[in-house]
């Protein structure tokens, strides 16, 4: 598998929690517990957020945090703000030949 | 604080070579993999390859025959060489830093690198 698979969009209101979802396969996501999600504004680079599935880096908001079941991983972000407005991606290690692939992104909405 | 930054040429004809400069500021080279993202135009990223502090490099494998990294530790550099470019390597150009594998803890601004006769 080339990329791993995001929904496109997602949208909450302020205050809300929403989940984005990275699904790939026993090769990559269900195989290893190397899942990272990264959060990026227009124009920058992406940020890291969450590795190897669901620990934060130092100075990353509790409000972040990532699980896995399965082929798939997931992005939860609770107390929705107006600054998580960005586009996240996915990624994980694979024992195909890449190493690493990366999701399509999902553009996240804050209505 | 370390810092990365992305130099090199904006505008890259086709055939030619693509070639850039990571500079790593504010820390140490070792014991890191230094690595090269590039993401398209409205497309998530894509691993190109590192080079690791002890020596070591691995690249993409659909990009291997055309690419390499290299590290000056005395300059505190990496680079990036991709020869033979069309216009599906037109992107913008990130370096990272992989702590340990596999995620990426620190990125450069990046560069756009378009490929046009």
């Known amino acids: 598998q080339s990329t791993l698979t995001q929904p496109a969009s997602v949208s909450g209101s302020p205050g809300q929690s929403i989940a984005i979802s990275c699904t790939g396969t026993?090769?990559?996501?269900?195989?290893?517990?190397?899942v990272s999600w990264y959060q990026q504004y227009p124009g920058e680079a992406p940020k890291l957020i969450i590795y190897?599935?669901?620990d934060r880096p130092s100075g990353v908001s509790n409000r972040f945090s990532g699980s896995k079941s399965g082929n798939t991983a997931s992005l939860t972000i609770s107390g929705l703000q107006a600054e998580d407005e960005a586009i996240y991606y996915c990624?994980?290690?694979?024992?195909?030949?890449?190493?690493?692939?990366f999701g399509g992104g999902t553009k996240l909405t804050v209505l | 604080q370390v810092q990365l930054q992305e130099s090199g040429p904006g505008l890259v004809k086709p055939s030619e070579t693509l070639s850039l400069t990571c500079t790593v500021s504010?820390?140490?080279?070792?014991?890191?993999?230094w690595t090269w993202i590039r993401q398209p135009p409205g497309k998530g990223p894509e691993w190109i390859g590192y080079?690791?502090?002890?020596?070591?490099?691995k690249y993409n494998p659909s990009l291997k025959s055309r690419v390499s990294i290299s590290l000056d530790t005395s300059k505190n550099q990496f680079s990036l060489n991709l020869n033979s470019v069309t216009a599906a390597d037109t992107a913008v150009y990130y370096c990272?830093?992989?702590?340990?594998?596999?995620?990426?803890?620190?990125w450069g601004r990046g560069i756009q690198v378009s490929v046009s006769s």
């Open positions: 990624s994980a290690y694979t024992s195909t030949s890449i190493p690493v692939i």
């Open positions: 080079f690791y502090s002890g020596g070591t490099t």
């Open positions: 504010g820390g140490s080279i070792s014991p890191y993999y």
């Open positions: 990272a830093r992989d702590p340990r594998h596999w995620y990426f803890d620190l």
């Open positions: 026993s090769s990559d996501v269900g195989g290893y517990n190397y």
């Open positions: 190897e599935v669901s």
